[in-house]
T-cell receptor
Framework: AQKVTQAQTEISVVEKEDVTLDCVYE???????LFWYKQPPSGELVFLIR??????QNEISGRYSWNFQKSTSSFNFTITASQVVDSAVYFC??????????FGTGTRLTVIP | NAGVTQTPKFRVLKTGQSMTLLCAQD?????MYWYRQDPGMGLRLIHY???????AKGEVPDGYNVSRLKKQNFLLGLESAAPSQTSVYFC???????????FGPGTRLTVT
């Protein structure tokens, strides 16, 4: 069975603080893809990153970084020096060999000015 | 390049009424998807299509039907709406299952 767990339902931080959003996944497939999407208050879903199961290299994009660890089945997302514009719901998702994308329940991040 | 568009943006239905949601994409993607988003449950796949003329069931298909007569369009139908179908519906498309999905702006449906 495939499953994505985002244990943090809501997080609040003060602007300029760093914050890490946790994502733990379950799958028996050896080939799979992990994604992070952002849903700002306006409601649309914005793609942030894609990682395949064979690439454990961490990635940094500006203030965003992602830590993929197969040993712990985790794909965590860190925002450095958070800004008010980072306030959104963030979804972690798992795509397996079938045409299906399993979403976590999301983490609502509020950045307080 | 509009990406993925959905019509309508909002709709209120009475129990038992029917309606069709339209999704259109201009990226020449083969794969298209319909999701529903409910509070605290993330997004759940209703139906998907791997190409023109094909459709398949997702996680929560009951009460919905779909059609993909043209590659760029994916229609979601509710034959007899129920209050449990009150939700926000998102359409998405992708180049392949291994790549990111591009989402439409969503349709907020209320069934009274």
């Amino acid at each position: 069975a495939q499953k994505v767990t985002q244990a943090q339902t809501e997080i609040s931080v003060v602007e300029k603080e760093d914050v890490t959003l946790d994502c733990v996944y379950e799958t028996r497939d050896t080939t799979y893809y992990l994604f992070w999407y952002k849903q700002p208050p306006s409601g649309e879903l914005v793609f942030l990153i894609r990682r395949n199961s064979f690439d454990e290299q961490n990635e940094i994009s500006g203030r965003y970084s992602w830590n993929f660890q197969k040993s712990t089945s985790s794909f965590n997302f860190t925002i450095t020096a958070s800004q008010v514009v980072d306030s959104a719901v963030y979804f972690c998702a798992l795509q397996t060999g079938a045409n299906n994308l399993f979403f976590g329940t999301g983490t609502r991040l509020t950045v307080i000015p | 390049n509009a990406g993925v568009t959905q019509t309508p943006k909002f709709r209120v239905l009475k129990t038992g009424q029917s309606m069709t949601l339209l999704c259109a994409q201009d990226m020449n993607h083969e794969y298209m998807y319909w999701y529903r988003q409910d509070p605290g449950m993330g997004l759940r796949l209703i139906h998907y299509s791997v190409g023109e003329g094909t459709t398949a069931k997702g996680e929560v298909p009951d009460g919905y039907n779909v059609s993909r007569l043209k590659k760029q369009n994916f229609l979601l139908g509710l034959e007899s709406a129920a209050p449990s179908q009150t939700s926000v519906y998102f359409c998405a498309s992708s180049y392949s299952p291994a790549y990111e999905q591009y989402f439409g702006p969503g349709t907020r449906l209320t069934v009274t």
